[in-house]
């Protein structure tokens, strides 16, 4: 009934609208449409130039509203990641000079030169030199900033340097693996072949490789501060991509074609907490490419901490070769059963986001 | 010289035809239905994109009331959509379908086949003097296959496991096994199927209108005295003859792969806990495949939006376009790069940085053709006598949309800069305000400047100029706080943000955009009212040349018949921008070269 009102209503007003739209018509056939042409012309004259300074001040409104919303004010939490930072200043600086100009002369011109009884349009088809003027400038402007995208881009897309910390994330629908080399700084094997053998086996690592035996698989990313992390990264099914907005930094996740990625994380999750104001701060792995249905829950989580931290976690984290074949674990089966509380229970609370 | 020769025996051979028309008893069937009058084929492409429109836009609606509040349910949505709003609450699945199919409709069915079909097909021959297009029956075709792809996309919107929802880019693996999405289902087949045939109909489209402007111009049009619209047409039908094939393949061997155990883009997969046997493809290829078509289809969109808008702001400025000869240049440039520029899409695939540094390069060297035609339409208007008809509103609207939305993409193809920025909502104000409304803007000026010819009655002014305020107030107000979401990394196609501790709080900007862009789709139902009642009701056109515009179409007849002139064709003796020139309000084409008249 309220829906069936709602809908009565916006007829109405459409209607409203309508009527007094073809009684305009009808008066300005009275009144002589030459008249009401020109008194049109005034009107939207005048409503062109107050659209460019209140879009002007809308524009300059909402940067107040947003800016401090976006990630910029808190900086980047990476040190490659303040690069683009800079970048972005750079190109907002420019381009936003050019859109203020341009804008205006459009409005102002379109205001200033509306027609006018007796005046006459000046003849102007073309000038070469102006033309060369504003093909040569923007052309320099772009140089300025390809050069510049591209030195970062080369410095970001380079070879990872060779003490960084490696980690493999590997997306399936919807969620985030990661697997950490273990001590012998290398990830085993994988064939996609050999997933669920045995069961459990999600991440179809081949098990009879011996460099996958010490490898670690978590849910959860855990990277020391102020060293160079390097992603691999995988996805099972579909592309998804990793995004990884803190840090600036997104590659996406390819099946079968595995794409790397690396960075050096700045300032600790706790840190951040400080420099964001905001307690409930997490560094947070989004997925940025239309994964399925559960694309928008894609979400992973990221702790940075310091190296010792780092280190305690690496340690307390189980080998899955040993969760999977329990007869190889070293340990006695009584003690492992134990260990595996002890760390999946602080795990939980961290998943759940306290 | 032979072309003079060509042109001579096509005006004369369309010209007899002309005649023999006249006799013709025309049913209803053959003068509305299956019509062969280049005109009335406009008119049918036109209708059939304004319905498209409807529906792309309520589905967005829809789904903006879901990013507005994801914890509201409407228990009307429930009685209209069944099972995909279970509880009046928009399912995820249903979400991403209408994503989707907004895309597929708006992109495809509304801003190419509506706006190309319509304005290609009226203005062509009109403007360079011809009785109908090269071959009326392959135009007629042109239509059918369109009309066909639409039965198909509309019916894919009814199957159980729902339509496309792996968004309009379709990439594989998503979109390759049923799998890994209910609407990679059927609903997917269907969608490429339908695809197949609006390519087809792209293809015979273009094909008619390249031959048409190469061969059948009247005498003295030469190819510098055609107006920027024809050239702006000519490029799109180039630019889409060349690369929608490119999307046919990508398109066809998607269908082996999802129908035939092909592995073209599939490798390596494990979905719903079934390991695929396919090996060896690449995800990646259908990207190129698809962008080498996408990327120059965003200006298969922009071209025709910019020459009409060119034409438009020179005639209500009374002054001739600024720089015609770098008006062209500057689309033929666009042309060019357009074809070279594709893979800044897919700067974060894991691309060969090398590689990517030539995109970043090419992509940004279209700034320059585009800052070209900015300055140059600005200077159309300096010192001009302008009017305000709605459509010179819109087409100074579109300089505005295309200056703010072209800006934004030195950001997005600096590939660094994109690493940050892709995929967010940064990319959806963007590509908005730059191809989607600024080719909107395009389309309307286009529809209310010609709209007298087409119907022989004037559209509601007052009605136009809300529309035309709603319009452009809504859209920056949708858009522009859009760029803040996606400097935020706010991801595009997310259903619901509340459980991100970093996109959470745009709560209330969402709502906002919602609201608006509910006001703004009902001004476009104002506009398509408008439309429909003035076709009969609309104030009637008395004068044959209700602009005083020089270009030909306005020395036809107020409603011309199948052939366009009752007599002969207009010869052309200048070029189509004496506008203001020796004193003279305009000059049209047809009117011979005085012999005092000075030289532009």
């Known amino acids: 009934m309220k829906d069936l009102f709602l809908v009565a209503i916006v007829v109405m007003i459409f209607v409203v609208i309508f009527q007094i739209a073809k009684a305009s018509e009808y008066v300005s056939v009275l009144k002589g449409e030459e008249k009401t042409r020109k008194q049109n012309n005034k009107i939207n004259g005048f409503l062109l130039i107050c659209f460019l300074i209140l879009g002007l001040i809308g524009a300059w409104y909402c940067n107040e509203l947003y800016y401090g919303k976006t990630l910029f004010p808190q900086g980047a939490a990476s040190v490659e990641g303040e690069k683009i930072d800079l970048m972005l200043y750079i190109t907002i600086g420019v381009t936003g000079t050019v859109f203020v100009i341009t804008q205006i002369l459009l409005f102002w011109f379109a205001f200033k030169y509306q027609e006018q009884e007796g005046k006459k349009a000046f003849y102007f088809p073309h000038n070469n030199k102006l033309e060369l003027l504003w093909t040569t400038v923007p052309a320099i402007f772009l140089t300025v900033l390809v050069v510049f995208g591209l030195k970062y881009w080369f410095k970001m897309t380079s070879d990872a340097p060779r003490d960084a910390v490696v980690v493999e994330i590997t997306g399936h629908q919807f969620a985030w693996d990661m697997r950490y080399p273990g001590k012998d700084g290398k990830l085993g094997k994988k064939n996609y072949k050999l997933y669920n053998t045995p069961s459990g086996n999600t991440l179809a690592v081949d098990f009879e490789d011996p460099e996958s035996w010490d490898d670690l698989h978590t849910t959860e990313m855990h990277l020391p501060v102020g060293k160079p992390v390097k992603l691999v990264i995988n996805a099972m099914d579909v592309i998804h991509d990793v995004g990884l907005s803190h840090f600036r930094m997104k590659m996406d996740a390819v099946p079968g074609i595995p794409t790397t990625m690396w960075f050096t994380p700045k300032y600790t999750t706790e840190e951040m907490k400080a420099r964001t104001g905001n307690p409930n701060f997490v560094y947070e792995i989004s997925c940025d490419q239309m994964c399925g249905k559960g694309h928008f829950s894609m979400r992973g989580v990221i702790v940075v901490e310091s190296e010792a931290d780092y280190n305690k976690w690496l340690a307390s984290q189980k080998p899955e070769y040993y969760t999977l074949y329990p007869e190889k674990d070293p340990a006695k089966p009584i003690q492992a059963t134990d260990t595996t509380k002890a760390v999946t229970a602080p795990m939980a609370q961290v998943m759940s986001g306290k | 010289m032979s072309t003079t020769t060509l042109q001579e025996t096509a005006h004369h051979t369309s010209h007899g035809e002309a005649h023999g028309e006249q006799h013709h008893h025309e049913t209803f069937i053959t003068k509305y239905v299956f019509s062969q009058d280049h005109k009335t084929i406009a008119k049918q492409f036109l209708v059939t994109g304004i319905i498209w429109a409807i529906i792309g836009g309520l589905f967005s609606v829809i789904f903006r009331l879901q990013l507005a509040d994801p914890t509201a349910t409407y228990p009307w ?59 009326p029956m392959l135009n007629m075709l042109s239509y059918w296959f ?72 009247t005498k003295g049009m030469s190819m510098t005295r055609m107006p920027l619209t024809i050239w702006a047409l000519f490029f799109t039908a180039v630019l889409g003859v060349l690369s929608f094939p490119v999307l046919l393949s990508g398109a066809i061997l998607l269908l082996f792969d999802r129908n035939l155990g092909t592995s073209f883009y599939l490798s390596d997969i494990v979905v719903a806990g079934k390991i695929l046997p396919n090996e060896g493809g690449s995800a990646i290829l259908f990207q190129h495949l698809f962008w080498f078509l996408g990327h120059p289809e965003v200006y298969i969109i922009l071209l025709p939006a910019m020459g009409m808008s060119s034409e438009i702001l020179s005639i209500n400025s009374r002054k001739p ?18 074809f070279l520029v594709w893979a800044h899409h897919m700067f974060v695939t894991g691309l060969n940085p090398f590689l990517g540094s030539v995109f970043v390069l090419l992509t940004l060297l279209i700034a320059v053709p585009s800052a070209i035609k900015v300055f140059n339409w600005l200077t159309t208007l300096w010192r001009g006598n302008i009017r305000f008809t709605p459509a010179m509103m819109f087409a100074i609207g579109f300089v505005s949309l295309f200056i703010s939305g072209g800006l934004t993409g030195i950001f997005l193809g600096n590939s660094a800069l994109d690493i940050h920025l892709h995929d967010t909502y940064f990319v959806i104000a963007h590509f908005h ?32 100029y809300i529309h035309f305020w709603v319009t452009i107030i809504g859209a920056y107000l949708i858009f522009w706080p859009m760029h803040y979401e996606g400097l935020a990394g706010m991801p595009r196609r997310y259903y619901d943000f509340s459980n991100w501790e970093s996109f959470k709080n745009f709560g209330g900007l969402n709502q906002f955009i919602s609201m608006i862009a509910l006001l703004v789709f009902a001004v476009q139902l104002l506009f398509v009212f408008n439309f429909f009642y003035s076709i009969w009701k609309g104030r009637k056109v008395t004068n044959q040349n209700p602009w005083n515009a020089n270009t030909l179409e306005w020395t036809t007849p107020i409603r011309p018949g199948h052939g366009n002139w009752p007599g002969d064709i207009p010869e052309v003796h200048r070029w189509p921008y004496d506008y203001s020139k020796d004193g003279k309000d305009f000059i049209a084409q047809d009117v011979p070269v005085g012999a005092d008249e000075s030289k532009h």
């Open chain 2, 77 to 135: 949505l429930e009685d209209l959509l069944g099972h995909w709003a279970q509880g009046g609450k928009l399912q995820p699945e249903f979400y991403y379908a209408l994503v989707t199919m907004h895309g597929t409709i708006l992109v495809f069915f509304v801003l190419t086949a509506g706006l190309s079909g319509t304005f290609a097909n009226f203005l062509i021959p009109l403007q360079i003097g011809a009785r109908d297009m090269a071959s």
């Open chain 2, 146 to 217: 369109f009309f066909l792809a639409s039965i198909i996309m509309m019916s894919s919107l009814f199957v159980q496991t729902g339509p496309a929802s792996g968004g309009w880019t379709i990439y594989p693996p998503l979109s390759a096994l049923g799998d890994a999405s209910a609407g990679s289902k059927i609903g997917m087949d269907l969608w490429l199927v339908s695809m197949a045939m609006f390519i087809v109909s792209s293809l015979l489209g273009g094909l008619n209108y390249i031959t048409t402007i190469l061969n059948m111009r």
């Open chain 2, 321 to 338: 376009i600024f720089g015609y000869m770098a008006m062209v240049g500057s689309l033929f440039a666009i042309t060019i790069l357009a």
């Open chain 2, 433 to 464: 305000i730059v191809m989607g409304v600024a080719s909107f803007f395009g389309m309307f000026a286009g529809v209310y400047h010609w709209y007298p010819k087409m119907f022989g009655r004037y559209l509601n002014n007052t009605l136009a």
